[in-house]
């Protein structure tokens, strides 16, 4: 049975990839994606019941989930919903355009499931080596879906995007190397499986194990957006189409940092804490400042979007350098929160490119009066995204802030809550003369309606300011994975 | 490891190590990308015979067919493709407009070789055996590869600077503890052969919409 549910996530996926590069897309086959989400995320939640009652599951040595992948399961399936919902629309509008073809719609579709099925591997892979491969394959999967328009913009964007992906994730491959000599080493026999690692990490030694781990945050930080090797990301959140960009501001960045969280734990075991905090510490902070310097002057939308993701990033990396339980559980907040307001705002900015044709946030103007259910949305999305309550971000921010201050990690913390409160500022003021400002004379673009993008939209904010009110089960799930990223469990 | 070796088995996986590391000076150095070429396939044998020496001298079947495999990815099926990158880049075969002049390039080699023995000295230190001592080599050829792509403007200059990377990696993964599990070294001979395609497949995309594959040419997107 538990078998079962943990193949699940995985073979539905790429079922649904099958079908689509056999049929296409059309219209009987577009709501595929949306079953073969909304069945992840059943299957995710069974898991999750699971192995906080009974522990974790392993199935054929290769394949191990505990309470912290089925979470990042369930974050996964629940953008994953939000964006097939969004896709019909958004790919009718684009074919009505003519901007793309039925081929390109079709390798949409099933490239887009590829990367679902990499993602979760990369979540439930028990092999740190098999879990660098899935994060690599997305790199491979996407990299056509940035470069799909074939501007000179996009494409120039998919270069970047996997040449700077691709040597990122090359360091941490040598980072895995290098873990997996220290491993050999310390006679536990735990190769690169990550549960024997943590395990027996005080048997590493420990000069080896800092070098494998400076490698390996700097090369799944390239992928999670952490400065230094973050230029790739703006780039590519920009020029995707949406519901990729969803997906890869929602999802991609935490599932490369949950491999980061993964290593800290070994690394805490064989180096103490001090070793990784100060390295998570210095990259918050240089990546918090890289994005509010480039938030305050923006004018593309999409790119303040990809630059808010950037500094959810390095509040990531702020409230994992923390540690303990609380800010460990508030990160994890923040990932699910994070995920589904920033799905919830890229798809909304795809539909107002195709209503306006433009991405520049001073030619939009007045979509409140134009769009008054997508301006809500949008404008909804940005006070949950700068942490304003009932929506969960608030919980988690205040919460990864207050365990900062009580580490006695304070003055880091205090200029990390100045950047934040620039770029908020610079977000809302941005969005507001978006939805606000005088409405240029240029009428909107007729597109095909988009009722499942509004559901999609309306269900995923709905979703973020029910898990900041009352997060119920959440919290048993959310405390036993924070448990695993402290150590204790 | 521990494994016992012979003078001359460690005289030739020296050799092996010596051009694996010549072979990407020489990509540092030269500026003829056919020249480039040719020079990174020797370097794909020079990989897939440190890693036949290895199998030799653990009288592993396993590793000498992993040595063949490598021979044949990154000795012939990588520099093809990357052969074919370059007939469909465009008229410019040579790298014009690199960020560093040769002698530049030549001593920021040399310096990351030095840079490769220095942070090489605890893996070395755990396992002081005649393959670990050729580590910092592997480690130096990563750097430099890194430092390739960095400098280098034209693209399949680039995608040669990403494969040397990946050459050092291979090469350190099998110097210190014969490979990661053959799975995961499947996986990333996969990832990587599909990495190079996509490159590939980008090389011809920038050449259609920019008309010439100098990346210096790619300034659409800034802020």
Known sequence: MSTLLLLIPLAVPVMAAAMYAAAGWRRPSAPVAVVSAVLCLAAAVLLARLVVDDGPVMVAGLLRVDALSAFMLIVIASVATIVALATPAHLATELAAGRIDRRDARRHAVLVQAFLAAMTLAVLAADLGVVWVAVEATTIVTAFLVGQRRTRAAVEAAWKYVVICSTGIALALLGLVVLNQASAHSGTGAGLDWAALAAGASALDPDVTRLAVLLIVLGFGAKAGLAPLHAWLPDAHSQAPAPVSALMSGVLLSVSFYAILRVKVIADGALGPTFVRVLLLAAALATLLVSASLLIAQRDYKRMLAYSSIEHSGLLALGAAIGGPLASAAVLLHVLGHGLVKSVLFVGAGRILQLTGTSRIDEVGGLAVRRPVLAGCVGLGVLALVGLPPFSLFASEFGIARAGFEASLGWPTALALVLVVVIAAALVGHTGRMLLGAAPEQPLVPCPPARSTTVAMVGGLAACATVGVVAGPLTTLIDAAAAILTGAS | ?223
């Open chain 2, 1 to 223: 490891m521990g494994i016992e070796m012979s003078g001359l088995t460690v005289q030739l996986l020296d050799i092996a190590a010596g051009a694996l590391l010549l072979t990407a000076v020489l990509v540092v150095w030269r500026r003829e990308l056919s020249v480039i070429l040719r020079v990174f396939a020797l370097q794909g044998v020079a990989l897939a015979g440190l890693v036949a020496v290895l199998a030799s001298a653990q009288r592993s079947v396993e590793l000498g067919l992993v040595a063949l495999g490598l021979l044949v990815l990154r000795g012939v099926v990588l520099p093809l493709l990357v052969r074919r990158s370059l007939a469909g880049a465009g008229p410019v075969r040579r790298e014009t407009t690199p960020m560093l002049n040769v002698a530049a390039s030549l001593l920021a080699a040399a310096a990351l070789t030095l840079l490769a023995l220095a942070v090489s000295v605890p893996l070395v230190a755990l396992d002081p055996s005649p393959a670990t001592r050729a580590v910092p080599v592997a480690v130096a050829v990563v750097l430099i590869g890194l430092m390739v792509m960095v400098t280098r403007r034209h693209a399949v200059s680039q995608v040669v600077g990403f494969l040397l990377m990946d050459n050092g990696i291979t090469a350190v993964a099998f110097l210190t503890t014969a490979g990661i599990g053959l799975l995961v070294e499947a996986g990333i001979a996969l990832d990587v052969l599909l990495v190079a395609g996509v490159l590939h497949v980008l090389t011809g995309r920038i050449r259609e919409t920019f008309g010439d594959t100098d990346l210096s040419a790619l300034r659409e997107l800034h802020d």
